[in-house]
């Protein structure tokens, strides 16, 4: 069932790169990543490469192939024609460290800048009361795997570098409207923080994230328009204001 | 000159998994300053991986559940080998862990009146799993991970640096611990980016590094487990117990070939899945041990009332422990009754309609859509044994998690004598938080009376050495002589062992030994794996020799050891724990007798159940 296919590999670092090409051996069945692994074990042995689990769940193994942002372990090489040359990138938004791996530090500044869930006041560990329909919304976004290709497609920091500072990125919008929507975040001002801090004002809704997320959490839909509307409430109906924190459940 | 960057801490913890990320957030806690290190980046680690849950007797589905039932069941899935201090800790502490996660901003799943729901499991009597869908792990890592950038923050109000106390080290790896006068002193390791070295001085480490199956071919593990925790261990003088004992998770993948191996959560039984073989026959029923004959179901009606009315049915044999099932997988697949791609079929599609299964088991339906073309709601999956969980590991005390060395911690997988000759599943992320937290408080603790410590700049000279050694050897590559070393362990060293092929394992091994000295890396420092696995693989292959030797001793059958010429459970073996060590370069093995059960803990069985395993003279400490 082998058959030998056409690969082009960036490999450099800051300094500069190119693609290199590479026709390397495909078997049944088997997703980009092993194709990376089966060059380091070759022709490569030095060949960068970040992946842990294999199986979509820890979001190491981000790059570009054919220049959309993927997985690599969940690339399936049956995905493309037995005569397409596939080309391996590394993410763009992000600065070269060495072949395809990238320095994503900025994510985790980010995430270091917003705010942490904040426990509710007098009770204690082991009260914790919450409906299954209550904390369903707050679990999609927890199913984030930090995999920064949302972080990576928007263009509001893709060919933008000078937006970075004060653009925090769907990854983190999720994060903050995960908070608002916990039935027993003590915080009651996640939404003018996005707003205010993270940049939410930059989003204009392309849903560009939402496409590529390999988790299918609907960034757009179920994080940021929501939030971005109850902004605009809040800030002119203090009532609403007051009632969404009243009226969450506690029990 | 090499440049070499260095740092003091009060605490320095190697690992980013659950039980290095809880040592961390105690250790901070504490007051201590305190650095993390890992191979991956944050939030990477191998927890991120678990899927079914994290066991805690805290009774939310079924009352009757309580510290003292979850000791039972962890005793036996561990076949009475377990350290009985250490499965005593875990059953109790465990659901304070748990309830602290939501402190931290973790959402469990729910019971209808808003608790925290607990799904059932092999080997657990009641549900006891808190889980979340069948992404657990990742829960928990992100819970911690969040905590740690709460506390972070709290630094940063203080202080003005998110770093003052709390650090986190991506992407550097430690190669070696460093001793001064017997006692920790340091760790020295590379930055996966630049190349760089690092020295930490500091008189408390903990260990939370993981386990070791990169050296199986078949594994549901990630490159990080190279055992690197326990080979430092051992350099620094420290013991494992347990080696022998490594845990086959039933249900791999075992088609396409490139996932071979990757992990179908047990969840997938606990919520209904059976398993059949090539002729369509449910064959558990006929691989029910006597040990447990008396909980299990006979027929598949009982069986599959008991997921209805779990108090007048006994379970089905699909939720026996682990060991049990991968053998009984193993034994159909040798008797011809496997599929093409050698494995047996596990089918959820007949048992829950297509949507309660994306629902519950939504990451496994994702799975096998994306990596196989299979629809779990509509075909059944291929699965057999994987190489998951190694059960040896640091030999520490239970209270604190020292090890022989003074300043040496460890937690979580790394670490020895929780779980016996097996573990249950879900009784891994409650042990990484129950020992997490314990290793932080204790290696805290160490550090007041102990430190700052420093480390002689001879040491420092051979790690640097050392670590530049695959640059100037002229061997092999370091992939061919891994994936060597897999087949070796894979073949002679797996789930059915007999003496012959472990001998000639341990030739094998040592043979590899002596090309592993003489391993190449090429090209630079600069994030080069394979300069990385050039250093890894001393360790994997140290790990591999205790594993061989240790299960060449032990004459029985046990658990995650299964010997094919000595197929009974020998009371007088369960006695008995191998130690491994090291002399110079040379693996050191000695039997060392099991701490007794105290009467208290040992009355809570029936004497005719501790019958099955201990001798009668163990027994007369029995009250009843
Ligand atoms: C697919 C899968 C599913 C599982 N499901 C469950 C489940 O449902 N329930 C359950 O209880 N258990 C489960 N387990 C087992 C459980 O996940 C692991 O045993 C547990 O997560 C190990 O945690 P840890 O904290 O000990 O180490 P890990 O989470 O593995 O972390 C090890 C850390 O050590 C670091 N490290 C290693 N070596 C070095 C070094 N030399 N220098 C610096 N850092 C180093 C690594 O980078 C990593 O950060 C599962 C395991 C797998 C593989
Ligand atoms: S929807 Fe907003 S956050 Fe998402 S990619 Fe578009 S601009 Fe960026
Ligand atoms: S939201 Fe989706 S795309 Fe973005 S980091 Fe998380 S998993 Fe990746
Ligand atoms: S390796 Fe984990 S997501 Fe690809």
Redesign the pocket.
């Given at each position: 069932m082998a058959s030998k296919r056409q690969f082009r590999v960036w490999r450099g670092d800051e300094n500069g790169g190119d693609l290199q090409d590479f026709a390397v051996e495909v078997n049944e069945g088997e997703v980009v990543l092993d194709i990376v692994h089966r060059l380091q074990a070759t022709e490569t042995p030095d060949l960068a490469v970040r992946w842990n689990c294999k199986a979509g769940k820890c979001g190491s193994c981000s790059m570009e192939i054919n220049g959309m942002p993927k997985l690599a372990c969940m690339t399936r090489m049956s995905s493309f024609a037995e005569d397409e040359t596939i080309t391996i990138t590394p993410l763009r938004t992000f600065p070269v460290m060495r072949d395809l791996v990238t320095d994503v530090s900025f994510n985790y500044e980010k995430a270091r800048e917003t705010p942490s869930f904040a426990p509710p006041a007098g009770v204690a560990p082991g009260d914790y009361r919450m409906q299954q329909v209550d904390v369903e919304r707050s679990q999609e976004f927890r199913k984030c795997i930090e995999c920064f290709l949302c972080q990576n497609t928007c263009h509001v920091v893709r060919d933008h570098e000078e937006n970075k500072e004060a653009f925090s990125g769907p990854r983190f919008f999720i994060r903050a409207a995960e908070l608002d929507m916990h039935p027993l975040d003590a915080k009651t001002d996640r939404k003018e923080y996005a707003q205010a801090e993270q940049g939410l004002g930059f989003c204009n809704i392309t849903k560009c994230c939402t496409e590529v997320c390999p988790e299918h959490i609907k960034i757009t839909d179920n994080a940021i328009i929501p939030m971005k509307e109850r902004v605009v409430d809040r800030r002119y109906d203090p009532i609403v204001w007051l009632g969404s924190k009243i009226f969450r459940r506690t029990s | 000159m090499t440049e070499l960057q260095r740092f003091q801490y009060d605490v320095v913890v190697?690992?980013?998994?659950?039980?290095?990320l809880r040592a961390a957030i105690e250790a901070r806690m504490a007051g201590k300053k305190t650095a993390i290190?890992?191979?991956?980046l944050f939030g990477k680690?191998?927890?991120v991986?678990?899927?079914?849950?994290?066991?805690a007797a805290m009774g939310n589905v079924n009352s009757n559940d309580n510290w003292q039932v979850h000791f039972r069941d962890t005793m036996r899935g561990g076949k009475f080998l377990n350290h009985f201090r250490m499965a005593e800790l875990h059953a109790k502490e465990a659901p304070e862990r748990i309830w602290e996660l939501e402190t931290y901003g973790a959402l469990f799943d729910r019971t209808a009146d808003g608790k925290i729901s607990q799904r059932n499991f092999g080997g657990h009597e009641y549900p006891r799993l808190a889980h979340v869908g069948d992404r657990?792990?990742l829960e928990l890592?992100r819970t911690l991970q969040q905590k740690i950038v709460s506390l972070q923050q709290e630094d940063f109000a203080a202080t003005g640096d998110y770093e003052a106390n709390l650090r986190v080290f991506h992407e550097?790896?430690?190669?070696e611990l460093l001793l001064t006068d017997g006692k920790i002193a340091g760790a020295f390791?590379y930055v996966r980016e630049s190349g760089e070295f690092l020295l930490f001085e500091t008189p408390a480490v903990v260990l939370?590094?993981?386990?070791i199956g990169k050296s199986y071919k078949v594994t549901?593990?990630s490159w990080?487990?190279?055992g690197?925790?326990h080979a430092?261990a051992l350099r620094a003088g420290a013991t494992l117990v347990n080696m022998e004992f490594l845990q086959f998770h039933p249900t791999g993948m075992v088609w396409p070939p490139s996932v071979k191996g990757i992990?179908v959560?047990?969840s997938v039984r606990g919520d209904g899945g059976i398993l059949k073989n090539s002729e369509g026959k449910r064959f558990m029923f006929d691989y029910v041990p006597d040990v447990f004959r008396e909980k299990y179901a006979e027929t598949p009606e009982e069986a599959d009332r008991w997921y209805k009315d779990a108090d007048n049915n006994r379970r089905p044999p699909e939720l026996l422990p682990r060991d049990e099932v991968a053998r009984a997988i193993n034994s159909e697949v040798k008797a011809g009754r496997g599929t093409k791609a050698g494995g047996v079929y596990l089918d959820i599609a007949s048992r829950l309609p297509a949507e309660e299964i994306r629902k519950r088991l939504p990451s496994m339906y994702h799975q096998f859509k994306e990596l196989a073309d299979v629809d779990i709601t509509a075909e059944p999956m291929e699965v057999g044994p994987t190489c998951?969980?190694v059960m040896g590991g640091v030999e520490v005390d239970p209270d604190s998690t020292q090890s022989r060395v003074p300043g040496l911690f460890a937690?979580?997988?790394?670490s020895g004598g929780m779980h016996g000759s097996n573990r249950l599943?879900?009784?891994?992320?409650?042990?990484?938080l129950v020992f997490?937290k314990r290793a932080g408080e204790h290696a805290a603790a160490y550090a007041d009376s102990n430190g700052p410590s420093t480390v002689a700049q001879s040491d420092v000279d051979a790690a640097i050495a050392g670590a530049l050694a695959p640059f100037t050897n002229d061997g092999e590559n370091p992939y061919a002589l891994q994936h060597e070393l897999q087949l070796v362990m894979n073949d002679l060293v797996g789930i059915i062992r007999t003496e012959a092929e472990l001998a000639e394992a341990i030739t094998r091994l040592a043979a590899i030994r002596e090309r592993v000295s003489r391993v190449q890396a090429t090209g630079g420092r600069r994030y080069n794996p394979g300069w990385h696995l050039a250093l890894d693989l001393r360790n994997m292959l140290v790990v591999s020799e205790c594993t061989a030797m240790a299960a060449l001793e032990r004459k029985e059958s046990r658990g995650g050891h299964t010997r094919e010429d000595h197929p009974e459970m020998a009371a007088e073996w369960r006695k008995v724990n191998l130690i491994c060590g090291l002399d110079g370069e040379k693996v050191t093995l000695n039997p060392q007798p099991l701490p007794p059960l105290p009467p208290e803990l040992l009355n809570l069985f029936e004497k005719s159940e501790l019958k099955k395993y201990m001798t009668a003279q163990e027994l007369e400490g029995h009250g009843g």
């Open positions: - | 190697i690992g980013a998994g659950g039980a290095g290190i890992s191979k991956s680690a191998h927890t991986m678990a899927e079914g849950g994290a066991a657990t792990g890592i550097t790896t430690i190669t390791g939370a590094t993981g386990g549901s593990n990080e487990y190279t690197d925790g430092l992990l959560t047990e998951h969980y937690a979580g997988e790394v599943g879900g009784n891994s992320l409650s042990d990484l997490g």
